[in-house]
C-alpha cells in the first residue's frame, strides 16, 4: 500500500513537471502565437475575444509605402549580405576549419568579435564612422543600400563562420588525401570533394546569415534614412503609435518568412548547434 | 624595412628552389590569406569604429561642429555628476539582472525537461520551437507582449473574464522584465539544455537510488554538473538585456529609459556625439563588470 502511494506520488511529482515546463514553454510561444491570431480579427480595435475574422488586413499592410519599401529593402540586404557574408566566410572557414596552424584562434576570434559588440554600441560606431567618412572623401555611406549591406556583413559573417567550420572540422582529412593520392590537385579536390560534402552546411549558412540580417534592429536603425528603412524599423516605428491588426498581419508576413527559412535551413544543419 | 627584406630574401630562395616545390610553397602561403578579407572587413568597420567611437568619448562637445579633437573627460564627468543618466544605468543594471535571474529559474526546469525526453522527434521539435522565436527579430516578439500586456490584451482579458478589474501592465517596468525575459529565455534554454544533455544520466540514478528524492537529486546534482552552462547562459542574458532597445522602448513607454535608447537618442536626435560615446563605454564597462561579478557569485554558490 505505502509502495502503490509513493509510486502515485512520483508519478503526480513528474506529471506536475512536465505540467511546469510546458508552461514555461507556453511563456516563450504564446506571443507569436497571439501576434498571428490577431492578424486575423474583423476588428479594428485589438479586444479579445475576436468579433470575426477577416483576411483584409494582409491586403492593408502590403499597401503601406513603408511596409512594402520596408519588406524590399530588408530582402535585398538580407540577400546581398548573407551573399558576402559566405564569400568571406567560406574561405575562412576553409583555413580554420580544416587546418591546425599558430594564431588560428586569434583569426577566429577576430571573426566572430561582431557577436560580442552589442549591437547599439555597434550601429553608433559605425554610424558615426560613416559620417567622419563622408566628410573627409564625400562619398555617402549612412543611410545607403551598400552602407546597410556592408554593417549586415560584419554581423552576418560569425554565423557563417560557426556553421562553416563546426561542418569542415568534421570532415574526414582522409577524404581529401584519397582525392590528392588519386591525382586530383588541390582545386579540383576543392570543388570536387571539399565544397560538395559541406554543401548543406553552406546551404544553411546563407539561410541563416539572411534570417541574422532580416531581424537585425539595433544596428540598422543609425544606417537607415528618409524612405529608405527596413523592415524591423518600419514595425518598431509603427508599434510606437499604434497597435492594430495590421501591424500584426506584417508580424506573421515576417514570422511566415523567417520560420520556413529556418525550418529549411534546420533539414541540411540542426540550427540550434548554430548557437 | 625588416619584414620587406626578409620577404624578398624568401621569394630569392623560392626562385632558386626547384620549380614544384616553389608552387607548393606559393601555395601554402596563399592558403592562409584566404580569411583576410573576411578580417579585414571586420577590422574596418568594426574595430577600427569602436576605436574611433573611444577617441570621440574624450571629444569636447560644440554644437554644429563634428569633433573638435580635444582632450577632455568632461563626457564621463557629465555622467558622474547627473542624477537623471545614473538613474538610467540604475534602471538598466536593476531590469538585467532581475531578467537574468528569472531566465535563469524558468530555463532550468524546461531545459532539463527537453534534454531528458525520451522521445527523439518531440525533443527536436520543442528544441526547434524554442529557436524559432529567437530568431523571429526583437520587433515581432515585442508586438507580441504588447497584444499580451495591453489594456485590451490577451492578459487583461482574461482579467475581466474572471470578474477582476483591467489593469495598466504596458508601460511599467513589469511590463519590460515580463517581455524581455521572454526575448532571452531561448537563449538561456539552448544554452543550458546542450549542457544538461551532456550529464551521464546514471549520476542522477545514483543519486535516487541513494535515496535522495528527485528535487533533491536536482538541486545537488544536476544544477552543480550545470554550472558551465549556467554561467555561460547567465553572462549572455545579462549582456543582451544591458544592451535591449525594443522592449523598453516599445513596451517601457515614452517615460522609462533604459542605456541603449538613450545612447541612440544621444548620437541621433541630439547629435550629441562625445556624450553618446561615453555612454555607451560605461554601458561596455558596467556590462563587463557585472559578468565577471556574476560569474564569481555563482561560482561561490557551487562551492558551498
Request: proline share 5%; charged share 10%.
Amino acid at each position: 500500500m505505502s509502495v502503490l502511494s509513493d509510486r502515485s506520488l512520483r508519478r503526480l511529482g513528474r506529471w506536475s513537471f512536465s505540467g511546469l515546463a510546458l508552461a514555461i514553454f507556453a511563456f516563450l510561444i504564446l506571443p507569436l502565437v497571439c501576434v498571428i491570431w490577431v492578424a486575423f480579427f474583423a476588428n479594428k480595435i485589438v479586444s479579445f475575444p475576436p468579433e470575426g475574422y477577416t483576411i483584409d488586413w494582409f491586403k492593408n499592410a502590403l499597401a503601406v509605402a513603408s511596409f512594402r519599401d520596408g519588406f524590399l529593402l530588408s530582402l535585398r540586404v538580407s540577400a546581398l549580405a548573407s551573399l558576402s557574408a559566405l564569400a568571406l566566410g567560406i574561405p575562412a572557414a576553409l583555413l580554420i576549419g580544416r587546418r591546425q596552424f599558430p594564431g588560428r584562434s586569434a583569426i577566429m576570434g577576430l571573426l566572430m568579435s561582431p557577436l560580442v559588440v552589442p549591437g547599439i554600441v555597434g550601429g553608433a560606431a559605425i554610424y558615426m564612422f560613416f559620417i567622419e567618412w563622408e566628410v573627409a572623401t564625400e562619398i555617402q555611406m549612412a543611410a545607403t543600400l551598400p552602407g546597410l549591406m556592408i554593417a549586415h556583413t560584419v554581423i552576418a559573417v560569425p554565423w557563417t563562420m560557426r556553421v562553416m567550420v563546426a561542418s569542415l572540422v568534421s570532415l574526414d582529412p582522409a577524404l581529401e588525401e584519397a582525392s590528392m593520392n588519386l591525382g586530383a590537385n588541390r582545386w579540383v579536390t576543392l570543388f570536387k570533394v571539399v565544397l560538395p560534402v559541406a554543401r548543406p552546411a553552406i546551404v544553411a549558412a546563407a539561410l541563416l546569415s539572411f534570417v541574422i540580417s532580416f531581424i537585425d534592429l539595433e544596428l540598422s536603425l543609425f544606417l537607415v534614412g528618409p524612405g529608405r528603412t527596413t523592415l524591423p524599423i518600419a514595425i518598431v516605428s509603427y508599434l510606437q503609435w499604434t497597435l492594430d491588426p495590421t501591424i500584426c498581419a506584417v508580424a506573421t508576413i515576417q514570422i511566415v518568412l523567417i520560420g520556413s527559412m529556418l525550418l529549411i535551413a534546420d533539414r541540411f544543419v540542426s540550427i540550434s548547434k548554430a548557437f | 624595412m625588416g619584414a620587406a627584406s626578409s620577404s624578398s630574401l624568401a621569394s630569392g630562395a623560392a626562385v632558386g628552389a626547384s620549380r614544384t616545390r616553389s608552387a607548393a610553397g606559393r601555395r601554402v602561403g596563399a592558403e592562409y590569406l584566404m580569411p583576410a578579407p573576411g578580417m579585414l572587413l571586420v577590422a574596418l568597420f568594426l574595430l577600427l569604429p569602436l576605436a574611433l567611437m573611444l577617441r570621440f568619448s574624450f571629444d569636447h562637445f560644440s554644437p554644429g561642429e563634428l569633433l573638435t579633437g580635444a582632450f577632455t573627460f568632461e563626457n564621463y564627468q557629465k555622467f558622474f555628476s547627473d542624477g537623471f543618466y545614473q538613474r538610467v544605468l540604475g534602471t538598466t543594471v536593476f531590469v538585467s539582472l532581475v531578467t537574468t535571474a528569472l531566465c535563469l529559474v524558468m530555463a532550468l526546469p524546461l531545459s532539463y525537461y527537453i534534454s531528458r525526453l525520451d522521445h527523439p522527434r518531440l525533443k527536436s521539435t520543442l528544441i526547434i520551437l524554442v529557436v524559432l522565436p529567437l530568431l523571429m527579430g526583437n520587433a515581432v516578439r515585442t508586438a507580441g507582449w504588447m497584444v499580451m500586456l495591453g489594456d485590451r490584451g490577451v492578459v487583461n482579458s482574461i482579467f475581466v473574464a474572471l470578474g477582476f478589474s483591467a489593469r495598466t501592465i504596458l508601460y511599467t517596468p513589469t511590463a519590460v522584465i515580463i517581455g524581455l525575459t521572454s526575448v532571452l529565455l531561448p537563449f538561456m534554454v539552448i544554452t543550458l539544455q546542450s549542457v544538461m544533455e551532456g550529464i551521464d544520466r546514471r549520476i542522477e540514478e545514483a543519486a535516487l537510488n541513494l535515496g535522495a528524492g528527485p528535487l533533491t537529486t536536482f538541486m545537488k546534482v544536476v544544477i552543480p554538473l550545470a554550472m558551465p552552462g549556467i554561467v555561460a547562459g547567465t553572462v549572455l542574458c545579462l549582456i543582451l538585456s544591458m544592451n535591449a532597445y525594443a522592449t523598453p522602448v516599445l513596451i517601457g513607454g515614452p517615460k522609462f529609459h533604459m542605456m541603449a535608447p538613450t545612447i541612440y537618442d544621444q548620437v541621433t536626435q541630439g547629435a550629441n556625439w562625445p556624450f553618446g560615446s561615453a555612454l555607451a563605454f560605461v554601458l561596455m564597462t558596467v556590462t563587463v563588470i557585472l559578468t565577471i561579478a556574476s560569474s564569481l557569485v555563482i561560482a561561490r554558490m557551487s562551492n558551498r
